[in-house]
């Protein structure tokens, strides 16, 4: 998979199929955003993938509430200057 310089944001995915959703697009080369509303897990996924050396923003929001995702969506633009790929697994 070709996801060079793309930037994702997936949420849930702290854990499980959202965390392998989000490791594929960091292997095939995307920045992605770690999302979850479990902090600690969302900070021990993006430690992984930079250890990795993947690009990775901690996105710590509840995707239920307009202003917290506004938030997160605002901070991937600042971090990487875009999205390219959502994938709502949440």
Known sequence: MGFLDRVAIVTGSASGMGRQTARRLAEGGA????????????????????????????????????????????????????IDILVNNA
Do not use: H, P, Q, Y
Request: proline share 0%; with cysteine; aromatic share 6%.
């Open 31 to 82: 920045a992605v955003v770690i999302n979850d509303i479990d902090a600690a897990k969302v900070e021990s996924t993006v430690s992984e993938f930079t250890k990795n050396g993947w690009r990775a923003l901690a996105a710590v929001c509840d995707i239920s509430k307009k202003a917290e995702v506004e938030t997160m969506v605002k901070e991937t633009v600042v971090a990487f200057g875009r």
